[in-house]
């Protein structure tokens, strides 16, 4: 299918907070870039099903009914039928395509896109918290906090790149402090499997401040995770801030475990909802002490580029690219 025959289509980026859509509408076939206008976010947790918000969007376009589009969804896609971990959503691609008159029904893993969405990147779009010496072909990594965990990896196979998808979010957390394991008992006191993204999420940043409350002495108030954040940055409730610091020194520890099982030489994107939103703080934290702490390891994971990947049209623009690649 050439690009343009298939103009305009549907782009979207479905997660537990948000989903976003737009419509992409040109592509330019010098630089590659593309334009995509229409843009709306709505909020998933209002919905009840994939259906019912791609329905709303497609409302908005009015008499204008796209043929093809390219969804990233929160969770893994495996066969036809889909589940978004966060929220719950199932459906088939093969009936919502059919449902809605579609040619063309693309869907990836959210973090997977956001994978690929790193070659297409402008300076603009992310800041770098370590220079390192990127290796132009080498494995690359991204990991974000949002409503869940999400981790992948981009390997190059011949001339092209392939996201490498999983559930990295729900491997089991370990503790490297005496701090950290006080708080994972509190979280987890039966000792059982407790995930990663238990306390690198929004829902992890709630779980961490509510812990250390109750280590403090303090009395519990119920914030979320936006709050939390903004406490800290203020420097107005000390229970906060060394919430976002352990919150910011886990993610550290896990981003380095996830650089070392990918070998990303290429480097490691950090993604998500939340981190754009603590920048300052992320850059002044034990981010990259813990990032570094893996022992005879360390030295090599400094070499390691590391970008913080900032704003949403990085997603919805490499799904168009995806959509043919």
């Known amino acids: ?9 549907i782009v979207a980026d479905i997660g537990g907070t948000s989903a976003r859509f737009g419509l992409a509408t040109a592509i330019d076939q010098r630089t590659g870039g593309v ?15 994939f259906e019912a918000v791609l329905a709303s969007y497609m409302e908005e376009l009015g008499e204008l009914q796209p043929n093809a589009a390219c969804v990233a969804i929160a969770g893994p896609v495996i066969g036809d039928r889909i589940r978004v971990t966060n929220l719950g959503w199932q459906f088939s691609i093969d009936s919502v395509r059919k449902a809605f008159g579609l040619q063309r029904l693309e869907l990836i893993n959210d973090f997977g896109l956001q994978a690929y969405a790193t070659l297409y990147l402008d300076k603009s779009d992310m800041s770098c918290l370590q220079a390192g010496t990127a290796q132009a072909n080498a494995p690359r990594a991204v990991i974000g906090p949002g409503t869940g965990l999400g981790v992948a990896g981009l390997v190059k ?5 392939m996201p490498v998808c999983g559930e990295g979010g729900h491997i089991t957390y370990a503790p490297t402090s005496d701090r950290e394991l006080e708080v994972r008992h509190i979280i987890e006191p039966a000792n059982n499997h407790v995930s990663l993204e238990k306390f690198v999420s929004g829902p992890g940043l709630v ?5 250390l409350s109750q280590l403090n002495g303090e009395q519990y108030q119920s914030l979320t995770p936006a709050e939390i ?8 409730d000390r229970v906060c801030v060394e919430a976002l610091e352990l919150f910011c020194k886990i993610l550290g520890s896990a981003a380095g475990d996830v650089a070392l099982i990918l070998g990303a030489w290429g480097g490691v994107y950090l993604g998500g909802g939340i981190l754009p939103k603590i920048e300052s703080v992320l850059s002044d934290s034990l981010f990259l002490e813990s990032f570094r702490n893996k022992g005879r390891m360390g030295e090599y994971l400094q070499q390691v580029p590391i970008y913080l990947m900032k704003g949403d049209e990085p997603a919805l623009h490499s799904a168009a690219h995806w959509l043919y690649d």
């Open 35 to 49: 334009t995509v206008d229409q843009r709306h976010t709505f909020h998933s947790g209002e919905y009840d099903s």
């Open 1 to 9: 299918m050439d690009k343009q025959d298939a103009l305009p289509f």
């Open 229 to 236: 954040s903004r406490r800290a940055m203020h420097g107005a």
């Open 207 to 211: 779980n961490v401040h509510r812990a």
């Open 157 to 161: 196979s011949g001339d092209h790149w």
